[in-house]
């Protein structure tokens, strides 16, 4: 357990008592340079996984950090209590996979401490969710988001290289008993890869009581694994789901925006005369490519390493965990503030694989 990793970093890091300057900080909404109100972190806890992902990871893999550069617990839980107290109130432990995190429960714990915090959520592959699900259920987590890119166990092995579709699949059945406020399926949508099953992979959410979502594959790790033949577009997700269903109609779900903090658009099939199932077909997806949603961004990441990155689609960062060291928490609180000064307002992701960042998605956090 590296709970107490950090227990030395002693008075040099700063007090939450903090200066004049801290209040008026902490009085103040997390405002980026074009007014959009920033509420939302995403935490990457590990960049390591215990899967290896073909759209994820490059063939070859990428370098990780070493272990003394990943956040300690008490080093994660103080970044984000600065968050917190200049108006984050959601949080998403991401990785790398998050779950080969060692006690992980116990760092949720040490945040769900953190004052102003109304959020924890989880993205995990699932793996491990079967024995860590209940733990972490009653540690904090609020909300699971599950990657599930098939239903076909021989294609889920080939694309995940070596993942094992029943135990992920246990792992759900695991966590619907225990009472999260909502599991969302992920499912990455590219052509000869798994189109042809979005309406399967919805029927098997719905019929579960979860909220299938369908995400526009991006060009991360300087577009390496992006294959512009194979790209859906929002439009095309939306127009497979609308096959399987013929004789239902596509309506914008405007409720679901409020189903969580993230980027997603959510949809719903109608049908004449069935108005209880309606509610419970729902789908969302999200489209950084072809239907930008730049314009509401909320959110920010801080990578396993401690740095501040205020857009997926830039490399540029900043190291938190420095100003830490270096300036205390008073430090960070004006560091976080001058980064988000400088939010640009949109990416540059495009339809031939270019605009991505060289980092792979495992090197930032997903």
């Known amino acids: 357990m590296d709970v107490g990793a950090g227990m030395n970093m002693g008075m040099g890091m700063g007090s939450h008592a903090g200066t004049g300057a801290d209040k008026d900080a902490e009085r103040s909404e997390l405002v980026d340079g074009q007014q959009r109100r920033i509420?939302?972190?995403?935490?990457?806890?590990?960049?390591?996984?215990?899967?290896?992902?073909?759209?994820?990871?490059?063939?070859?893999?990428?370098?990780?950090?070493?272990?003394?550069?990943?956040?300690?617990?008490?080093?994660?839980?103080?970044?984000?209590?600065?968050?917190?107290?200049?108006?984050?109130?959601?949080?998403?432990?991401?990785?790398?996979?998050?779950?080969?995190?060692?006690?992980?429960?116990v760092l949720v714990r040490m945040l769900r401490a953190i004052p102003g915090l109304e959020d924890i959520a989880l993205s995990t592959n699932g793996h491990l969710l079967g024995e860590l699900a209940e733990p972490l259920f009653r540690a904090g987590v609020t909300r699971l988001n599950v990657s599930l890119d098939t239903l076909d166990p021989v294609r889920f092995a080939s694309i995940t290289r070596g993942g094992d579709l029943a135990r992920v699949?246990?792992?759900?059945?695991?966590?619907?008993?225990?009472?999260?406020?909502?599991?969302?399926?992920?499912?990455?949508?590219?052509?000869?890869?798994n189109h042809g099953e979005l309406g399967e992979l919805c029927a098997f959410a719905w019929a579960r009581g979860l909220v299938p979502r369908f995400?526009?594959?991006?060009?991360?790790?300087?577009?390496?694994?992006?294959?512009?033949?194979?790209?859906?577009?929002?439009?095309?997700?939306?127009?497979?789901?609308?096959?399987?269903?013929?004789?239902?109609?596509?309506?914008?779900?405007e409720a679901g925006r409020r189903r969580g903090a993230g980027p997603a658009r959510y949809w719903?099939?109608?049908?004449?005369?069935?108005?209880?199932?309606?509610?419970?077909?729902?789908?969302?997806?999200?489209?950084?490519?072809?239907?930008?949603?730049?314009?509401?961004?909320?959110?920010?990441?801080l990578s396993a390493t401690g740095a501040l990155h205020t857009c997926l689609a830039y490399d540029d960062a900043v190291d938190l965990r420095g100003v830490l060291w270096s300036g205390g928490e008073s430090a960070v609180l004006a560091t976080i503030g001058e980064a988000l000064t400088g939010k640009r307002p949109k990416h540059g992701f495009g339809l031939l694989g270019i605009g991505g960042p060289r980092?792979?998605?495992?090197?930032?956090?997903?």
């Open 39 to 105: 509420d939302y972190l995403r935490v990457s806890v590990t960049d390591r996984c215990n899967y290896r992902c073909t759209y994820c990871l490059p063939e070859a893999g990428v370098p990780h950090a070493a272990r003394a550069e990943v956040l300690t617990f008490e080093e994660t839980v103080r970044l984000v209590s600065c968050f917190a107290r200049l108006g984050v109130r959601r949080l998403r432990l991401t990785g790398g996979e998050p779950t080969v995190r060692r006690d992980l429960p």
């Open 169 to 193: 699949r246990d792992g759900l059945e695991r966590a619907r008993g225990l009472g999260f406020a909502s599991i969302k399926i992920n499912t990455v949508a590219v052509r000869d890869f």
């Open 215 to 253: 995400i526009e594959q991006m060009p991360m790790a300087d577009g390496a694994l992006f294959v512009p033949g194979r790209f859906m577009s929002a439009a095309e997700i939306r127009a497979e789901i609308q096959a399987a269903h013929p004789q239902g109609t596509l309506v914008a779900d």
């Open 268 to 301: 719903r099939v109608e049908e004449q005369g069935d108005s209880e199932r309606v509610r419970e077909r729902v789908f969302g997806i999200i489209s950084p490519i072809t239907e930008h949603f730049c314009e509401v961004c909320n959110r920010v990441r």
């Open 359 to 366: 980092k792979a998605m495992i090197q930032i956090g997903g």
